[in-house]
């Protein structure tokens, strides 16, 4: 079939894309604004700070140190939850996990 | 009708290595997310180290003089906590307590000792056994209390009395404030005296002895953070050459450094690279090059590295491509873009080499796991689960089908559970006895002794 239109061939190798580009494809459907560097520092930059909680220890210090005597209203158990109401212990404090999904669809 | 012939003949041998070398169950623990596992030098213990900052070493039975059918069993030998968490307050950074890499040192007297570590401190421990203790103290009573000296009449020698065996762990040195990044590898010199410990932008050379000082032997820092474009993955010593030692990136290359060039050796002496084909580049491409784990072989003459789709052997000798390239798992190349929205894409898979270099072992999703064995080009896909194996039944193949017609006893990709991970295993140095880590079970699997 590809002697006798040797034309055939090459368009054909352009619709049949690598599976990998093809996933690309996919994925730039879902993310139009992603990619701008492929594979670059955000990840990298993400990878770094792994572990980050947002926390005052001088208020939590502050605080222990003031109530010594005191009983103090201890976090409630849904840890989603952390208000001004208590003190908060870095157990209590939700994780925040470095998410790339938020970051693929910012801009 | 030749190439018939020739078809059949191939199927009936491969057929027959998959019989000959399978391998039994005989062993099951169960821990919390094991993340790091290894054999000591001489194969007869075996640590594992978990999300929660333990380690737990097995020991393997003394062979039964008898049963010369099996080799001996591993047990739990000793458990003990590492690490624990922490916080940084100053950079309000949580300290996670999970085990990252464990590595044994030689053993030089009756004691044990192997480094462990988590993200930002480095451990060492001496495990020593105790299977003796004095009795009779003139002083003394057997529970401890001191006696009255005054109703002491006679006069005895104490003696060493059997006891019950007890494992004892002690911290021996705490090597810390090294890392502002995350260690992703330790690894020992052949000098036994050093080791490094190797960070996402820096690796530090350590004396064993020696806790309040390390040297900076790598920094890829940029002077500009907004420039970084590539991390180190692992590093690892040569296993003979106490001057040389490899680092992995991001960004699919390795670098071979030789400490004796200069003291910081941001300067590679080698770097191993394959290259790429531009027209096939795509946005996954530097995500599925960046390598997860190296390994030099036992002779020290190649170098094993895991990308995401694949383990590749290099030749220290040659720098411009690996000389066997084996695909782990390449139906996953059409999944892409699930896998990077599930974060899969991103899991570090580790690679191992069996005593002999022969044959190279790597995890996979699924509770799969693959070897390779280099001589033949053969390989094998296996799953490590507890629904399919009684203790001491033999694996059966598994087989993934990619695409088409599904044969009976075949796993559709789709049905793939990539939760089931199996990031870590490990290959005995001498015998041909693996332990492979799934997310919460450590198998030990042993060939047929015939």
């Given at each position: 079939l590809f002697n006798q239109f040797p034309n055939l061939a090459s368009e054909m190798e352009d619709k049949v894309t690598s599976p990998e580009k093809a996933e690309e494809a996919k994925l730039k459907a879902r993310y139009p604004h992603l990619g701008q560097k492929p594979g670059g520092s955000d990840f990298l930059r993400k990878r770094l700070q792994k572990g980050q909680k947002y926390f005052d220890s001088g208020d939590y210090n502050m605080a222990k140190a003031k109530m010594k005597n005191k009983q103090l209203p201890t976090a409630t158990p849904d840890k989603t939850e952390v208000t001004g109401d208590h003190i908060p212990t870095p157990q209590d404090l939700p994780q925040r996990k470095p998410s790339l999904v938020a970051s693929k669809l910012a801009g | 009708q030749l190439l018939q012939l020739n078809s059949r003949k191939i199927n009936n041998s491969i057929k027959k290595w998959r019989r000959t070398n399978v391998f039994f169950v005989y062993f099951n623990y169960t821990a919390d997310i094991i993340s790091t596992v290894e054999f000591n030098h001489s194969g007869e213990l075996l640590a594992t180290g978990d999300k929660g900052g333990r380690v737990v070493i097995f020991q393997q039975e003394q062979e039964n003089k008898i049963q010369s059918h099996s080799r001996g069993e591993y047990n739990v030998y000793s458990t003990f906590q590492s690490h624990e968490p922490e916080f940084d307050y100053l950079k309000s950074l949580e300290i996670e307590e999970k085990i990252n890499k464990i590595r044994w040192l030689p053993q030089k007297n009756a004691a044990q000792f192997l480094l462990s570590t988590n993200d930002k401190t480095i451990k060492l421990w001496k495990i020593s056994e105790r299977d003796k203790r004095p009795e009779g103290y003139n002083l003394k009573e057997e529970d401890g209390r001191y006696r009255d000296p005054t109703t002491v009449t006679t006069l005895r020698v104490p003696v060493f009395r059997p006891m019950d065996l007890m494992v004892e762990a002690s911290p021996r040195r705490i090597f810390a404030n090294a890392h502002t990044y995350h260690i992703n590898s330790i690894s020992i010199n052949s000098d036994y005296e050093t080791y490094l410990s190797a960070d996402d932008l820096r690796i530090n050379l350590w004396h064993l002895e020696i806790t309040d000082r390390s040297f900076n032997i790598v920094d890829i820092k940029p002077a500009n953070m907004e420039e970084l474009t590539e991390v180190i993955t692992a590093a690892e010593f040569h296993p003979n050459s106490c001057n040389t030692f490899v680092y992995s990136s991001s960004k699919g290359t390795i670098r071979l450094c030789d400490m004796r060039a200069s003291a910081l050796c941001d300067r590679h002496s080698k770097l191993f690279e394959e290259p790429e084909d531009p027209s096939n580049r795509s946005f996954f491409s530097e995500i599925i090059s960046s390598i997860s784990d190296v390994k030099f072989s036992h002779s020290g003459r190649y170098m094993m590295t895991r990308d995401y789709l694949s383990v590749k052997i290099w030749d220290l000798n040659m720098e411009n491509r690996p000389v066997e390239t084996y695909q782990?798992?390449?139906?996953l190349r059409s999944k892409l873009c699930s896998l990077y929205e599930n974060d899969c894409i991103f899991d570090k898979f580790e690679c191992c080499w069996n005593g002999s270099d022969s044959v190279v072992m790597t995890g996979s999703y699924n509770n799969f796991f693959r070897m390779f064995d280099r001589n033949t080009k053969r390989d094998i896909t296996l799953e490590a689960s507890r629904e399919n194996n009684k203790p001491r039944t033999v694996l059966k193949p598994r087989k993934v089908c990619a695409s088409g017609k599904r044969k009976k006893d075949e796993i559709s990709v789709d049905s793939l559970d990539f939760n089931k991970k199996i990031l870590h295993t490990a290959w005995h140095p001498k015998e041909n006895i693996i332990a492979v880590a799934t997310t919460n079970n450590l198998y030990i699997f042993q060939d047929k002794v015939n």
């Open positions: - | 782990v798992h390449e139906y």
